[in-house]
Nanobody, 125 residues
Framework: QVQLVESGGGLVQAGGSLRLSCAAS????????MGWFRQAPGKEREFVAA????????NYATSVKGRFAISRDAAKNTVYLQMNSLKPEDTAIYYC??????????????????WGQGTQVTVSS
């Protein structure tokens, strides 16, 4: 069974940092692009960041550019999202996703083939 499991969420004060992890099991995603999305209460799920299969290219939403960094460890079949300078508006459930298009940096949910269950991030003011 293919699974993506997010971890690392929690409660943090504004200005703080968190690092999210997304561990894959059931198959390797070493040839898949990976992405992070988030969904705040009452809002639609939105794109946050994506990274190509080899980690050489990445793409970010304007709202997080310069504060968040996506990376991956192929040996661990894991992708990370380092979040710095967090703001209350970053509060959301964060989801990781896998795109079997190795070079995909897609911003649309429909491009992704596998999804995790999400991890809650809450930023207090």
């Amino acid at each position: 069974q293919v699974q993506l499991v997010e971890s690392g969420g929690g409660l943090v004060q504004a200005g703080g940092s968190l690092r999210l992890s997304c561990a894959a099991s059931g198959r390797t995603f070493s040839r898949s692009a990976m992405g992070w999305f988030r969904q705040a209460p009452g809002k639609e799920r939105e794109f946050v960041a994506a990274i190509t299969w080899n980690g050489r290219e990445s793409n970010y939403a304007t709202s997080v550019k310069g504060r968040f960094a996506i990376s991956r460890d192929a040996a661990k079949n894991t992708v990370y999202l380092q979040m710095n300078s967090l703001k209350p508006e970053d509060t959301a459930i964060y989801y990781c996703a896998a795109d079997d298009n190795a070079y995909g940096l897609a911003t649309r949910q429909i491009s992704y083939d596998y999804w995790g269950q999400g991890t809650q991030v809450t930023v207090s003011s």
